[in-house]
C-alpha cells in the first residue's frame, strides 16, 4: 500500500509539473503573439484555418480568429505565386520566403504537421511583419549607394585630368595615393588619352604625401600603358619620401622620364612637340 501511495504521489507530481510546463509555454505564446508583429496560423491538411492569431493580423485589418473555416488556397486563387509556400507545407515540405502583400512585406516560413505515420497533416504559418526592417534596410542601402557616389565625386576632384595644352594632359595627384585610387585614375587617364588624341601625359606627383608598395608599381605600369597608346608619360614632382619607396622596391626607372616640377614638365613637352612640329615640316632630301 505504501509503494502504491508513493507511486500515486510521484506520478501527480509529474501531471502537476507537465500542467506547469503547459501554462508556461501558452503563456510565452500568449506574450509572442499579442505583442510582436507576427501571426501564427494553422490549416488543416486541405489548407482550412484552425488557427489564426497575433498582433500582425492588426497590419492587414484582419481580427483574430477572423478566417477561421476559410479555406487559404481559395483566398489566393488570383494570386497563385503567393500561395506556393503554402501548396509546399501541405505536401510535406518545409520553406521560408519573403512576400510582399498588401503594402506590407511578411518574413514567412512554412512548417509542414505530420501525423503519427509521419504523412503530411496540415501546415503551420508564421509570418513577421518585417516592413519597417526592410524599409529601414533600403534606405541604409540608399545612404551607402549615396556615399558611393559621393567619395567618387571626391575623388575624381582629387585627381582631375587637365588638358594643359593641346595635346597635353595632365593629372595632379593630391594626398595619400592607394591602390584602389590609382587603378582607377589609370583607367579615367588612358580613356582621357585616347578621346583628346594626347601627346603627353604629365603625372604630377608634387601634392603626394605617400604611396604604398603596390602603387608605385602601378605608376610604372601607368607610364608603360600610356607609351602603348602612342603617347608619352612623364612624371613630375617626385617628393623624397616617394622616391625613397620606389627605389627600395628595385622599380626599373630607367626608362621612365622623371623632371622636379610641372613647369619643368610642360616645358619639356612643349620642346618636344616644337621639334617634331620642325622635323615633320624639314624638307625631304
Not at 489564426?52 to 489566393?76: F, H, M, S, T, W
Not at 506590407?104 to 512548417?111: A, I, L, Q
Not at 504523412?119 to 503551420?124: A, N, R
Amino acid at each position: 500500500m505504501v509503494g502504491e501511495e508513493k507511486m500515486t504521489t510521484a506520478g501527480a507530481e509529474t501531471r502537476e509539473e507537465l500542467e506547469a510546463k503547459l501554462r508556461e509555454a501558452q503563456l510565452l505564446l500568449r506574450a509572442i503573439l499579442d505583442y510582436l508583429p507576427i501571426s501564427v496560423c494553422k490549416y488543416d491538411r486541405v489548407g482550412t484555418f484552425t488557427f489564426q492569431e497575433g498582433k500582425g493580423l492588426e497590419r492587414v485589418g484582419v481580427k483574430p480568429g477572423q478566417l477561421l473555416g476559410a479555406n487559404v488556397l481559395e483566398l489566393y486563387a488570383d494570386h497563385p505565386e503567393g500561395s506556393e509556400g503554402i501548396r509546399q507545407g501541405l505536401a510535406g515540405r518545409a520553406s521560408h520566403g519573403v512576400l510582399d502583400a498588401l503594402d506590407t512585406v511578411w518574413d514567412t516560413w512554412f512548417v509542414p504537421v505530420r501525423d503519427e505515420r509521419g504523412e503530411p497533416d496540415g501546415l503551420i504559418s508564421i509570418n513577421l511583419d518585417a516592413t519597417q526592417a526592410t524599409q529601414r534596410e533600403n534606405e541604409l542601402r540608399s545612404k551607402l549607394d549615396l556615399i558611393e557616389k559621393q567619395q567618387k565625386v571626391i575623388r575624381d576632384l582629387s585627381t582631375p585630368i587637365i588638358e594643359v595644352w593641346d595635346k597635353v594632359l595632365t593629372l595632379p595627384m593630391v594626398g595619400v595615393v592607394d591602390s584602389l585610387r590609382i587603378s582607377e585614375v589609370m583607367d579615367n587617364l588612358l580613356s582621357a588619352i585616347v578621346n583628346k588624341d594626347a601627346r603627353f601625359a604629365i603625372l604630377d606627383l608634387t601634392g603626394v604625401d605617400a604611396v604604398d608598395t603596390r602603387t608605385a608599381g602601378y605608376l610604372i605600369e601607368m607610364i608603360k600603358a600610356i607609351r602603348l597608346l602612342g603617347a608619352e608619360g612623364i612624371i613630375t614632382g617626385i617628393r623624397s619620401n616617394v622616391a625613397q619607396t620606389m627605389i627600395a622596391l628595385g622599380l626599373d626607372l630607367s626608362g621612365v622620364t622623371t623632371v622636379g616640377n610641372l613647369r619643368a614638365g610642360l616645358k619639356l613637352c612643349m620642346r618636344r612637340m616644337a621639334a617634331e612640329h620642325e622635323a615633320a615640316s624639314a624638307p625631304v632630301k
